[in-house]
């Protein structure tokens, strides 16, 4: 039942994000593509298990994220898909598998995304965002279960206009996957800080 719930779960989520993309291009506004890349510093993977995870030794991971937008003025509209890892650089793992050390976790997400940029009358424009979406984990030591799970993300920053078309960003994530669970079915609690900056072209 859990399975079926899950699958409903995700196709809504991405009925969500199909929605908010065909919405938008309905609607009178500049569309724009955009990238950036940063560190992501991850919090402590925690599953409550019989075996022994430690986790605190979580490296900062690189974060990739792209993204197709509109610009409504002061708002904006976007599905961006974004990708993070990170290394346990002293992680063990102690049960009936023996021990295992040096492996990493990634995240790949797909996620629609809300802006509101603020009217300061010059080049320099601060925003607050959120958005939801979904995440898919992969773990090189498979503890990790690999199913979707939903997420949702907050985040601020400042955009700089280098010119008619380009603006540059720099901003700060706050995201947290819900659902995760281990091989042995128990939820994973976890959340990533991210620092980002990249490039946004208006057309």
Same mark, same amino acid.
């Given at each position: 039942?859990?399975?079926?719930?899950?699958?409903?779960?995700?196709?809504?989520?991405?009925?969500?994000?199909?929605?908010?993309?065909?919405?938008?291009?309905?609607?009178?506004?500049?569309?724009?593509?955009?990238?950036?890349?940063?560190?992501?510093?991850?919090?402590?993977?925690?599953?409550?298990?019989?075996?022994?995870?430690d986790y605190d030794n979580l490296d900062t991971g690189l974060v990739l994220n792209g993204?197709?937008?509109?610009?409504?003025?002061?708002?904006?509209?976007?599905? +961006?898909? $974004? *990708?993070?890892?990170?290394?346990?650089?002293?992680?063990?793992?102690?049960?009936?598998? @023996?021990? %295992?050390?040096?492996?990493?976790?990634?995240?790949?997400?797909?996620? +629609?995304? $809300? *802006?509101?940029?603020?009217?300061?009358?010059?080049?320099?424009?601060?925003?607050?965002? @959120?958005? %939801?979406?979904?995440?898919?984990?992969?773990?090189?030591?498979?503890?990790?279960?690999?199913?979707?799970?939903?997420?949702?993300?907050?985040?601020?920053?400042?955009?700089?206009?280098?010119?008619?078309?380009?603006?540059?960003?720099?901003?700060?994530?706050?995201?947290?996957?819900?659902?995760?669970?281990?091989?042995?079915?128990v939820d994973i609690d976890w959340e990533s800080h991210t620092i980002m900056a990249g490039?946004?072209?208006?057309?």
């Amino acid at each position: 039942m859990s399975t079926v719930n899950d699958a409903t779960m995700d196709k809504r989520i991405l009925s969500i994000l199909c929605s908010v993309l065909f919405l938008s291009t309905q609607a009178k506004a500049a569309p724009y593509v955009s990238a950036s890349a940063g560190a992501g510093l991850a919090g402590n993977q925690e599953p409550a298990t019989i075996i022994k995870y430690d986790y605190d030794n979580l490296d900062t991971g690189l974060v990739l994220n792209g993204a197709l937008g509109y610009n409504f003025k002061p708002f904006r509209a976007e599905i +961006a898909i $974004g *990708y993070q890892e990170h290394e346990y650089s002293g992680f063990e793992f102690q049960g009936v598998y @023996g021990e %295992i050390s040096n492996h990493d976790v990634s995240y790949l997400t797909i996620m +629609a995304n $809300g *802006y509101y940029d603020f009217d300061t009358n010059s080049d320099i424009l601060p925003y607050i965002m @959120g958005g %939801i979406g979904i995440t898919s984990p992969d773990a090189t030591s498979d503890w990790v279960q690999d199913d979707t799970a939903f997420a949702w993300q907050i985040g601020a920053g400042l955009g700089v206009r280098a010119s008619k078309n380009v603006v540059l960003d720099m901003g700060y994530r706050y995201l947290r996957p819900e659902g995760l669970k281990d091989n042995f079915g128990v939820d994973i609690d976890w959340e990533s800080h991210t620092i980002m900056a990249g490039v946004r072209y208006e057309f």
